[in-house]
């Protein structure tokens, strides 16, 4: 009944037995072998304090430890420096990005290289594994559904088997959102603090103070809003830039996908206005982070510093990615009549 590779699947999968509870389990094939939403807080008022002077949820996150903590960081770094706090608020972005979200953002490169690289394994045991369901299914006179749910539970244990044996389960792969998205918010509500708040000081003047003469060029205050709306739409445009460098390098995109990018593309766009009602000390960290998460992804499209990562060769690599990029993106938005 079964060919070419079907002496081999029988000595893998002996005989299924159904078991008093649950679905039949099939043997295991290797036994023994070894910018995101933007929260609510970032436009809340800090003043809102009930009247009876317990704080809402907001005032608990900005007196919380992280928050704290991080506004220590940013003293810190504007201490040891010396530079004007738009420049502070720059150079510690790029610090973190740089010794944070970048070793994390390529471990991430790294998973899901491994993960693509099962692919061709995990679609040609679906495929010999719904032969012999379906084998087992015809002797023993099981229903339809329960033919579905024993492929895919055995479908899961066996991929799942697959990602111990390699180590890298896609869960894995999260750990920069973890990481990175809380990262985020402690050093907004930080920020915010600073630049509505007078109880902070640093060298006998508050750092509220500091913060409406540390500005540069069009936004000389760091504590009110952009009037220029430069720094929203410049955050809009690098985020945006962001979602479409992913949409290019994905092929056939499914519907989950292709809605999950255009949901995205609508919160890059929503972020222009809400950026324009925080002050300008947040949107500009704002846009540095975003900034350097560009040039993180564009960094990580280099075969030379994959390699250096130790990032796993994939399919999908390409030798010249910049010039392919550069292809795709003219093809999408500049040749397209």
């Not at 995101?36 to 009247?51: F, R």
């Not at 502070?88 to 990005?97: D, G, N, P």
């Not at 010249?320 to 009549?337: G, H, N, Q, V």
Request: glycine share 6%; charged share 15%.
């Amino acid at each position: 009944m079964m060919c070419g590779m079907g002496g081999r699947w029988q000595r893998l999968l002996p005989t299924l037995q159904l078991r008093t509870r649950g679905l039949p389990l099939l043997p295991s094939l290797w036994n023994g072998a070894n910018p995101p939403a933007l929260p609510m807080w970032a436009v809340a008022s800090v003043s809102a304090v009930s009247p009876d002077g317990a704080g809402g949820w907001y005032e608990a996150l900005a007196a919380s430890a992280p928050v704290r903590a991080a506004e220590e960081v940013l003293l810190c770094a504007h201490a040891a420096t010396g530079l004007p706090w738009w420049g502070s608020i720059l150079l510690t972005t790029v610090a973190l990005r740089g010794a944070v979200t970048l070793p994390l953002a390529a471990y991430q490169h790294y998973i899901l290289a491994k993960v693509e690289n099962l692919q061709p394994e995990i679609k040609n045991i679906a495929k010999h594994l719904n032969h012999e369901v379906a084998v087992y299914a015809n002797q023993l006179g099981w229903s339809k559904r329960v033919t579905r749910l024993t492929y895919l539970k055995n479908m899961r244990r066996l991929v799942s088997e697959l990602y111990v044996r390699d180590n890298c389960h896609p869960f894995k792969a999260t750990v920069l959102v973890w990481i990175q998205l809380p990262m985020w918010i402690f050093i907004s509500v930080a920020l915010r603090n600073f630049s509505t708040e007078g109880a902070h000081s640093e060298a006998g003047f508050s750092v509220q103070e500091q913060l409406a003469t540390g500005g540069i060029l069009w936004f000389p205050d760091l504590t009110v809003l952009d009037s220029t709306w430069i720094l929203p739409v410049s955050l809009g445009v690098t985020n945006l830039l962001i979602v479409e460098i992913f949409a290019l390098q994905k092929i056939g995109m499914s519907r989950f996908q292709t809605y999950i990018t255009y949901f995205v593309r609508a919160l890059s766009v929503l972020m222009i206005p809400v950026a324009a009602t925080v002050p300008s000390s947040i949107v500009l960290y704002w846009l540095c982070s975003s900034f350097m998460g560009l040039s993180q992804n564009l960094l990580l499209r280099s075969p030379r510093f994959r390699q250096f990562c130790r990032i796993p060769l994939t399919k999908s690599n390409s030798d010249t990615p910049y010039k392919d990029l550069f292809a795709a993106f003219y093809a999408k938005f500049i040749s397209r009549k």
